[in-house]
């Protein structure tokens, strides 16, 4: 039982001492903190539209009706567009009254609006405009968009991730050599919130120059993807 307590104690004290000149050598190095950015940009292939029908009636049955109607009309068209289920998505259903205000009266109520709006994808750009043309001729009075997206950022992110990597590196190796030290190893990396820059929403204004052209005109130019990295490097 002694021999056993005494090897205990003998590991026990091997492990601090481990420990300890662990904590020794780390503390020898120089360590140095780094925020890198890299960006790749690519052109969209993928648009993101908010489109609905917006109704009035005197009352809330008709101005439902009215809707239901109009917007049965819209989803025949999104869908011969070719817009597959997946990429059409429901964003909103609203009934509000409408009131007439006169003073020192209280507010009379005379009509309702409705909406209806859904959020769809369209994956064929060169389509885009015929396609914002056909959901106007099909009812809909209601159109923000369209937004620009990359639909498979991963590479373009692996991309950016990498030149990101490469810039830390550089920079990295720039602090060692003024320092008369090297590069030893990376310590720690962090990756911040990326994605591509936004893009700006259609005027509403700009729907009822629709319906009198052949085709609205589209640029949806390029997306740029950005990856914000934290390095720790340690020089020795």
Do not use: W
Request: glycine share 8%; with cysteine; hydrophobic share 40%.
């Amino acid at each position: 039982m002694k021999l056993v307590k005494f090897s205990t104690i003998t590991l026990l004290a091997l492990i601090l001492s481990a420990c300890d000149n662990g904590q020794t050598a780390s503390q020898r190095g120089t360590l140095v903190s780094i925020a890198a950015q890299g960006e790749t940009s690519q052109a969209p292939d993928v648009a993101n539209l908010s489109v609905g029908v917006v109704t009035e009636a005197d009352d809330s049955k008709k101005a439902m009706q009215d809707n239901a109607e109009q917007m049965d009309s819209l989803m025949k068209a999104i869908k011969k567009a070719g817009i597959a289920k997946k990429d059409i998505q429901t964003s909103g259903v609203s009934l509000s009254p409408r009131y007439h205000y006169q003073r020192d009266q209280k507010p009379k109520i005379v009509g309702y609006t409705a909406r209806n709006t859904v959020n769809i994808k369209v994956r064929e750009l060169d389509k885009l405009g015929t396609v914002l043309d056909d959901l106007t001729a099909a009812g809909a009075n209601q159109i923000n968009g369209p937004s620009f997206e990359i639909g498979e950022p991963g590479p373009v992110k692996a991309e950016a991730r990498e030149k990101a990597l490469i810039d830390a590196q550089e920079r990295a190796t720039i602090y060692a050599k003024a320092l008369g030290m090297k590069v030893r190893r990376i310590v720690s990396i962090s990756e911040q919130g990326s994605g591509g820059m936004p893009r700006p929403m259609m005027m509403r204004g700009q729907m009822e120059s629709m319906k009198d052209s052949a085709s609205t005109p589209i640029a949806p130019g390029e997306t740029t993807v950005s990856v914000n990295l934290d390095l720790v490097f340690e020089l020795e």
